[in-house]
């Protein structure tokens, strides 16, 4: 099964493209480079949702080995050597990481 670190968050006001340029040429590629995380994918906020209310503009999903999330976690934290970006808003911020109850079922069409 698979473990989900999720990460949502905005960029600072008016540094959009600085905190995008970031996110996807640098901090991904870092993040990826600890051992543990298995692959990583942004996402922006869709303009159609269903609650209207959305307080992230923006999704960083990575999969964890789910037999070292311990592990994989403390080697995030002991990682001095990431390049933080100004732009993003630290406020903002908001991480979680979630566990699989089933197997990842696909469509039949």
Same mark, same amino acid.
């Given at each position: 099964? $698979?473990?989900?670190?999720?990460? /949502?968050?905005? &960029? /600072?006001?008016?540094?959009? !493209?600085?905190?995008? *340029?970031?996110?996807?040429?640098? *901090? ?13 994918? /942004?996402?922006?906020? *869709? ?6 209310? #959305?307080? *992230?503009?923006? +999704? &960083?999903?990575?999969?964890? !080995?789910? !037999? &070292?999330?311990?592990?994989?976690? &403390? /080697?995030?934290? #002991? ?6 970006? !100004? ?18 079922? +696909?469509? $039949?069409?």
């Amino acid at each position: 099964m $698979n473990t989900l670190f999720m990460v /949502r968050s905005n &960029a /600072r006001s008016g540094q959009e !493209d600085a905190y995008n *340029h970031w996110y996807n040429n640098v *901090h991904l590629a870092e993040v990826l480079s600890i051992e543990g995380f298995n692959s990583a994918q /942004r996402f922006a906020l *869709h303009e159609t949702q269903v609650q209207a209310d #959305q307080p *992230h503009g923006y +999704l &960083a999903l990575y999969e964890i !080995d789910t !037999d &070292a999330v311990t592990e994989t976690l &403390a /080697r995030l934290g #002991q990682a001095t050597w990431l390049n933080m970006s !100004d732009a993003i808003d630290p406020e903002s911020i908001q991480i979680s990481l979630f566990a699989a109850t089933t197997e990842k079922q +696909l469509s $039949n069409s």
